[in-house]
């Protein structure tokens, strides 16, 4: 009876806690304290005023096939990056490995035998198949995501030092598998189911029937699909899960049991495989493997996540955010060609853009705490 | 029987000889306090019980049972549950993903498998009800106090059959308000049939919740003796040195 007396009155207690609860855990009230979203509002206000400045070509939909699959191979590239951010690490090969998977796809599909491989290699025909090509150029990032993987988890070195010697050593890589050229010269008929996968459209289901209200591109709807994908496997999986705790604190991460080394690991090959994939749908649009593809790219996939919200310091970023922050990017790029505004100067409003944004979650973590 | 026993543990790390044949007994129900100065192989000995390192010489024990663990997961398959001092927490997570990071609730078959986010919300709401602390599962420990942020990594323990819980410095760099809360979840621990290993620098602390005190000096054990045949000034006087031994 006594303890009784000292306890506060229940229901009192019961209601400041569901008023609390409710307030702090309403959707929208989760939604808006979201960078993702603050940049997707600035995504449909530039689209709606150039929709309104360049109705005749902006608000078409040959425009919008045409930004949304010019995104998506970075799209592809950054939602790969974005578990590698949340731990806290960054991935600068990823523009070449999008190179030298290009041209590992080349040689598979060229019609010219290769002097280095051997004669059974170049003789037979399944070594030629579009479906070989698929699959070497998965295999060629996933290897080189190895390589990455293993010398920041397995042997501790860091993640800048490393990539950054990827990038370099995996380009020149791809030139000297290329010798140099260009390939361009492929089997027609592995050719054009190697294409179509990059660059078709609505995924071939015309063909079952499925009509969509407008054409949309084979990358844009890869890049949604695996967008779904990878929200789902952060925010449902334990791997997941341990991908985040990894970026909020490693050593605790490791004491409480995650396997840290293996699951880093994986997010690198992750990584590198994202990069390959985008590589592969590239190469599937532009009908020709360059060793120079994907220069550069690295660092507007980095962009793309940190705009949408993925933070450099680790424990946060999203896969939409991955998806929304390349957008914003291409859509800016587009708009300033619109609206004739020299392309020299769209590097400018990038960089603006990857500023502002970290000022954005600097503000947001202030409020925060 | 005792649920933890060392018998002449040493560590030497190189030259260094951070544990010197320290012999120690730990019944179920038992508070222990391990109190020494900085260096005096304190957390040397927590960490070589919670198996981040294996002892160089000497017996470990658990339950009867002698043991030798190479990875922390070991211990804790044991029922050696370890609350670091700082607390080994994520920031930029929930709570309930705090409590049961790496050994989360799954729900689905074969390689399906995913989180189940309510289970461990209400299993956490739970485990924080039962210690009395007014932590929210769905909260980032970011948001949380320092008395909050103990109850979780308290909390973590109890979701196991843990057996004995070692503590290193759970009271220090919190306030005075949750120095007691903290105070009340060790009692309920103790009451819950746990063996504890308190390390402190706070002598009220260890004078308050604490059955025995135990006292290191230079990677030896110099005393070890009830809380109530001994006073904070033996106690201060065996950390320096100015008593030699009891």
Redesign the interface.
């Known amino acids: 009876m006594t303890t009784d007396a000292a306890k506060p009155p229940p229901q009192a207690n019961v209601s400041i806690?569901s008023v609390?609860?409710v307030q702090?855990?309403t959707v929208w009230h989760r939604i808006v304290a979201t960078q993702s979203f603050w940049v997707a509002v600035a995504l449909a206000i530039i689209s709606l005023f150039m929709s309104w400045y360049q109705p005749d070509s902006f608000a078409t939909s040959d425009n919008f096939f045409n930004i949304t699959r010019n995104f998506s191979f970075i799209g592809v590239m950054a939602l790969g990056m974005t578990p590698v951010i949340i731990t806290g690490g960054i991935d600068l090969s990823v523009g070449s490995v999008m190179g030298l998977v290009a041209i590992v796809c080349g040689l598979v599909l060229l019609k010219q035998p290769i002097d280095y491989m051997p004669d059974w290699w170049n003789d037979a025909a399944w070594t030629h198949a579009w479906w070989m090509a698929v699959l070497m150029g998965l295999a060629a990032g996933a290897l080189m995501g190895l390589v990455n993987g293993v010398l920041i988890a397995y042997v501790g070195l860091p993640p800048f030092v490393v990539t950054l010697g990827m990038l370099s050593a995996v380009r020149s890589l791809a030139v000297v598998l290329s010798e140099s050229r260009m390939l361009y010269d492929f089997r027609p008929d592995q050719a054009a189911t190697f294409k179509f996968i990059g660059g078709g459209d609505n995924l071939g289901l015309d063909r079952f029937g499925v009509h969509f209200p407008i054409p949309l591109s084979n990358p844009f709807l890869f890049m949604v699909i695996l967008t779904l994908l990878l929200g789902l496997v952060l925010?449902?999986?334990?791997w997941g899960?341990?991908i985040?705790?990894i970026?909020?604190?490693e050593?605790?991460?490791n004491?409480?049991?995650?396997n840290v080394r293996r699951v880093k690991l994986q997010a690198y090959v992750l990584c590198s495989l994202s990069a390959a994939f985008a590589a592969i749908l590239s190469v599937g649009w532009s009908g020709s493997a360059n060793n120079s593809l994907g220069q550069s790219y690295e660092l507007l996939a980095i962009a793309s996540a940190v705009i949408g919200g993925a933070n450099l310091m680790g424990?946060?970023g999203t896969a939409f955010g991955a998806l929304i922050g390349s957008a914003l990017i291409f859509v800016i790029r587009n708009s300033l060609l619109m609206a004739g505004v020299d392309s020299n100067w769209q590097g400018m409003f990038v960089g603006a853009f990857i500023i502002l944004a970290v000022v954005l979650e600097r503000l947001r973590g202030k409020r925060?705490? | 029987m005792p649920i933890l026993e060392l018998r002449s543990v040493s560590k030497h790390f190189g030259a260094i000889h951070a544990l010197n044949e320290v012999d120690l007994e730990l019944e179920s129900g038992e508070v222990l306090g391990l109190m020494g100065d900085n260096g005096a192989g304190k957390s040397t000995l927590v960490k070589v019980i919670a198996g981040n390192y294996p002892p160089t010489h000497g017996e470990i024990r658990i339950g009867g049972e002698s043991v030798h663990f190479h990875r922390?997961?070991e211990a804790?398959e044991k029922g050696v549950e370890?609350v670091?001092q700082?607390?080994?927490?994520?920031?930029?997570?929930s709570a309930a993903?705090n409590v049961f990071?790496?050994?989360?609730i799954?729900r689905g078959a074969g390689p399906l498998?995913?989180?189940d986010h309510k289970a461990m919300a209400r299993r956490a709401g739970d485990l924080f009800k039962e210690l009395k602390s007014e932590t929210?599962p769905?909260?980032l420990v970011?948001?949380m106090s320092g008395g909050q942020r103990q109850a979780v990594a308290i909390a973590?323990t109890r979701l196991s059959k843990a057996r004995m819980v070692l503590m290193d410095e759970p009271t220090a760099a919190i306030s005075v308000r949750q120095v007691a809360e903290v105070l009340d979840l060790i009692r309920r621990l103790r009451d819950a049939g746990l063996a504890i290993i308190l390390i402190s620098h706070r002598m009220p602390d260890v004078f308050a919740v604490a059955d025995r005190v135990m006292v290191m000096r230079r990677g030896r054990k110099v005393a070890d003796k009830p809380i109530k045949s001994t006073t904070p000034e033996e106690v201060t006087g065996l950390i320096t040195g100015a008593i030699h031994a009891a």
């Open positions: 806690e609390l609860e702090q855990h925010k449902m999986s334990p899960r341990h985040f705790a970026g909020g604190n050593q605790a991460a004491l409480t049991g995650v424990g946060e925060r705490d | 922390p997961v804790r370890v670091y700082d607390l080994a927490l994520c920031d930029n997570l993903a990071l790496g050994r989360e799954k498998r995913w989180l929210r769905r909260d970011r948001q973590r």
